[in-house]
């Protein structure tokens, strides 16, 4: 196993995972399995990540492109590196999608979120 690969199993508490990482890329390929929701993007952005995710799905839903993350197909590995490389070489933009990405994610907290429920069901 390389040295600067550590792979976790499942965790309880992913917070301290998010609290650590800078960014978090959700490469799930369109052509084997559509991410239906996208919790682990929204969880990515309730900790002010910004987030690189599919561009279909629901996970894709979440992420408004060049706003609070980025919308881009896994095999555009070209792309997502562009990306990233303009992520962490151009701070304002960083915070502006961390800024983002934190808003957005209020739109599923869970006052926003029995809200919405109570209003349906009104």
């Known amino acids: 196993m390389k040295e600067d690969l550590i ?3 499942r965790q309880a508490d992913v917070a301290e ?3 650590g990482a800078s960014l978090v890329l959700n490469l799930s390929d369109k052509d084997r399995f559509i991410e239906t929701f996208g919790l682990t993007a929204l ?3 309730s900790a002010g ?3 690189i995710v599919p561009t ?6 979440l992420v408004e492109d060049s706003v609070n993350g980025y919308k881009i ?3 555009d590995i070209d792309r997502i590196a562009e990306r990233i490389g303009n992520i962490f070489t151009d701070k304002l933009l960083y915070l502006r999608l961390s800024e983002n990405a934190l808003s957005a994610s209020k ?3 869970e006052t926003s979120m029995i809200d919405h429920i109570y ?3 009104q």
């Open 56 to 61: 279909v799905g629901g996970i894709a839903e």
């Open 119 to 121: 209003e349906i069901l």
């Open 73 to 75: 197909d896994v095999r």
């Open 43 to 45: 969880e990515a952005m």
């Open 17 to 19: 995972f998010y609290n």
């Open 7 to 9: 792979v976790y199993p």
């Open 107 to 109: 739109k599923y907290d």
């Open 49 to 51: 990540l910004p987030v």
